[in-house]
């Protein structure tokens, strides 16, 4: 029997000990915080379920176009407000329960899960410090890393946890803070902001580029910022903060070109670091990158022959969908199971902003003024169910292959877009092309209906160029 060691429980982890498991495989997780790992205890699911009821008070807000009296016209249904409080009991409960599922589901796949810190003690050896006391080497055939990534920090802008915080920190709150200042504009940044001002804070989002959300398809990010202006947050671009300093009761922001931007909470999100220090990684023979990932292949093989790697440990696309995809590759690939190696281009990824953005394949910056491709842009506010439920931003975009009329992209920008996203993502990975996708049926009305018709108003550019 295949002995296999896995270092970090969360998606990378559980996931290919899962498949190792079904595979026959004798399995042994070692995890340090909780099975789930952060995108369970700290980041995907705690953050997407604050963001549930902040879409709940954004839709409540916006409602009076519905015909939904709010405010002191709302008779028996009085105010709305928010009690942070419960709000993260419920986020921090559900993550726990999660965590508790996964636990469960590993136990009754005969995984075995020891608590504790774990390391290399060389390419085929685990060696584990269980919570419980003392030491424990595992002997393994081969050793899975996936010890996942941490939030970055400033010199100059330590956390204290209760007013300058990082994301993991947040859900420690137990009021809402007055004035939010979110520094950092990627997706984590963008996400907290959007959800911050839909519950009720004053935002300021501190952002060093030209724009919000830099790595995202550029029109996407216009109508996000535009949506944030007009819902009241103020964003600074091209400022750089330097330093949070915090004053009793109050932060002070300093950006490098002298202005200071005060709040009552700071967060920081400006980024990871990989969990690779200190892992017996070099000794070995695990070659590290730049930043201190472990480099991999597409089938998740480290330089050191055994070792495989899968996660945010890797910064291939710090994603737990990636994550748990680069972990099972792992072990179908060392057990001899059928598999493809990772294509990044088919993998959809979503921003859960209000609206969201969900994007797949190709983005505009690969497209080339060759005329090899097309693409057409439809805005949401012409369709009928978008009308109906008072969304007024968004659209959907679509790429495809001149001549071919192959689907290789798209960014659907709307209320629940990663749910919309799912038909373009199975057209590109199944290679469909834009008349196949215009052809399925949708319902009528749906903003579905929107892709479909995008599709339909590509066929021309592909046929006639
Ligand atoms: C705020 C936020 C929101 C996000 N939202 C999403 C989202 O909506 N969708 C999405 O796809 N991705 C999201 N992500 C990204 C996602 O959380 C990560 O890509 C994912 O957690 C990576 O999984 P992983 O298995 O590599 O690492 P992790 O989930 O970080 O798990 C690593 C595990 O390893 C353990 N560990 C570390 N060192 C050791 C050691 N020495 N010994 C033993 N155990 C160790 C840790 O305790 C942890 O349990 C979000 C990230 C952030 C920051």
């Keep these: 029997m295949t002995r296999i060691g896995i270092i970090g429980g969360g998606p990378g982890g559980y996931e290919a000990a899962l498949v190792a498991a079904q595979l026959g495989a004798e399995v042994t997780v070692v995890d340090r915080d909780g099975l789930g790992g952060s995108a369970v205890l700290t980041d995907c699911v705690p953050s997407k379920t604050l963001i549930a009821t902040a879409e709940v008070m954004t839709d409540t807000a916006e ?97 204290d946890g209760e007013r300058i915080l990082t994301w993991e920190q947040l859900y420690t709150l137990t ?98 670091i990989p969990n690779t220090a200190g892992l017996g990684l070099e000794e070995a ?23 495989y790697a899968a996660g945010d440990c890797t910064g291939v696309l710090m994603l737990a969908s990636v994550a748990a995809m680069q972990g099972r590759i792992a072990m179908w690939h060392r057990l001899g199971d ?26 505009e910056n690969d497209m080339d003024d060759s005329g090899s491709t097309v693409t057409v842009k439809l805005p949401l506010a012409t369709n009928a169910r978008a009308k109906m439920q008072g969304v007024h931003e968004g659209f959907v975009k679509l790429f495809a292959r001149a001549g071919s009329g192959t689907v290789v992209g798209g960014v659907v920008v709307a209320p629940r877009a990663s749910e919309l996203i799912f038909p373009v993502a199975l057209a590109v990975e199944a290679r469909l092309t834009v008349d196949q996708l215009a052809q399925s049926f949708t319902i009528y009305p749906s903003i579905s209906g929107s892709v479909a018709e995008a599709a339909r108003q590509l066929h021309t550019k592909v046929w006639r160029g």
Aim: with cysteine.
């Design 285 to 307: 023979g695990v070659r590290l990158g730049d930043g201190g990932f472990v480099e991999v292949d597409r089938v998740s093989r480290t330089s050191a022959t055994g070792v």
């Design 175 to 272: 009021e809402l803070p007055e004035h939010l200042v979110v520094v950092g504009s990627g997706v984590t940044g963008a996400e907290f902001a959007s959800a911050y001002t839909a519950l009720g804070s004053e935002v300021t989002l501190v952002s060093s580029r030209d724009r919000v959300l830099p790595g995202e398809d550029a029109d996407a990010a216009q109508v996000l910022e535009d949506v944030f202006k007009r819902r009241g947050m103020t964003v600074l671009s091209r400022s750089r903060a330097g330093a949070v300093r915090r004053s009793g009761d109050r932060v002070l922001v300093s950006l490098d070109d002298g202005r200071t931007v005060e709040g009552s909470h700071c967060l920081m999100a400006v980024g990871s």
């Design 63 to 159: 409602s009076g176009e519905l015909g939904v009296l709010i405010g002191s016209d709302a008779g028996p249904y009085g105010q709305v407000g928010v009690d942070l409080a419960r709000v993260n009991a419920r986020v921090t409960g559900l993550a726990q329960a999660q965590s508790d599922d996964i636990a469960a589901r590993l136990e009754r796949e005969g995984v075995r899960v020891l608590r504790g810190l774990g390391r290399l003690g060389g390419p085929t050896r685990v060696v584990a410090e269980p919570v419980s006391g003392g030491t424990e080497t595992v002997e393994v055939d081969t050793v899975l890393v996936s010890t996942g990534a941490h939030p970055r920090v400033l010199p100059d802008a330590q956390p």
């Design 338 to 363: 059928a598999v493809a190696p990772l294509n990044l281009r088919a993998v959809s990824s979503n921003v859960f902003t209000d609206p969201e953005i969900a994007t797949v394949g190709w983005t």
